[in-house]
């Protein structure tokens, strides 16, 4: 059973690439700042790489969250399915910050422009009007594996909740109590 519930989290994430409405789709990115506070933004699953349990996201390379990793490459990943009441835990490792010409250029003509503002995210600005856009891309691809993963999901007569670590080249699980 406990290698069910692995090969089912890899085929959720898998369904993110056909589904934009999928749970997984949208997920919770975790990082520690350089002041050592945590982190916490929503993301979007653009790649996901079911054999070595990579997920892939995008963003603009003067964000906090590159900077953090840069500093301190772990994160985590918090995926919650609403309908089957399921949430997964995935504590990873950035293991690439870099940018992508051919990823960017497949992006839709809107989503390439919020890579071009001229000031970077987070910085003050006078009004939403005043945001002023560029020639150069900013966009970067960031690629997460995973080192561990916490499944939970809450069931009637019992909850399940299974813990999976990356130990000597395989996936290894157990249950935990939920």
Not at 67 to 87: G, H, I
Not at 110 to 115: H, I, M, S, V
């Amino acid at each position: 059973m406990l290698d069910q519930i692995l090969a089912d989290c890899s085929t959720e994430w898998w369904k993110t690439k056909g589904n934009k409405k999928h749970p997984y789709r949208y997920f919770y990115l975790a990082t520690v700042a350089k002041d050592g506070l945590p982190e916490v933004r929503t993301v979007v699953l653009r790649k996901f790489e079911p054999r070595e349990l990579l997920f892939t996201i995008y963003t603009d390379a003067r964000t906090p969250k590159v900077n953090s990793l840069e500093v301190r490459p772990d994160a985590e990943l918090l995926f919650y399915d609403a309908r089957k009441l399921t949430q997964i835990r995935v504590r990873a490792i950035c293991i690439e910050q870099s940018r992508d010409e051919v990823a960017f250029s497949q992006q839709h003509q809107n989503a390439q422009k919020d890579y071009t503002t001229t000031i970077a995210p987070g910085e003050p600005i006078k009004s939403m009007d005043s945001v002023a856009y560029g020639e150069e891309n900013h966009f970067v691809k960031l690629v997460f594996k995973a080192t561990k993963i916490d499944y939970l999901r809450l069931k009637r007569p019992n909850h399940q909740r299974a813990i999976f670590e990356f130990l000597g080249g395989r996936w290894e699980g157990r249950f935990v109590s939920p």
